[in-house]
Nanobody, 116 residues
Framework: VQLVESGGGLVQAGGSLRLSCAAS????????MGWYRQAPGKQRELVAR???????ISADSVKGRFTISRDNAKNTVFLQMNSLKPEDTAVYYC???????????WGQGTQVTVSS
């Protein structure tokens, strides 16, 4: 399974960005798709995840500002990020959980930088 991310970049505080992650390869069933982030000197943390039954979990720090969605036909997950803050600056990683074995795959990461 390959994951290709896009949409990161530099934005001013209060601005918006939209991340995309397309999964390809031997995908029989996707159990969940999501986004994590890792800021310098910090541990990787869950931002948001959407499950196959459309249930969503997200970090308290992004609720009301970030929205996760998916296009099942294209095996693509999106993260719409609004009202960005400098503390949102991090490398954002796409994560996909596939198949009955719940195999986890990671994207290469995309940098999001929010200037104050």
């Amino acid at each position: 399974v390959q994951l290709v991310e896009s949409g990161g970049g530099l934005v001013q505080a209060g601005g918006s960005l939209r991340l995309s992650c397309a999964a390809s390869g031997s995908i029989f069933s996707i159990n969940a798709m999501g986004w994590y982030r890792q800021a310098p000197g910090k541990q990787r943390e869950l931002v948001a995840r959407i499950f196959s039954d459309d249930r969503i979990i997200s970090a308290d720090s992004v609720k009301g500002r970030f929205t996760i969605s998916r296009d099942n036909a294209k095996n693509t997950v999106f993260l719409q990020m609004n009202s960005l803050k400098p503390e949102d600056t991090a490398v954002y990683y796409c994560n996909v959980i596939v198949g009955p074995a719940m195999t986890s795959y990671w994207g290469q990461g995309t940098q999001v930088t929010v200037s104050s």
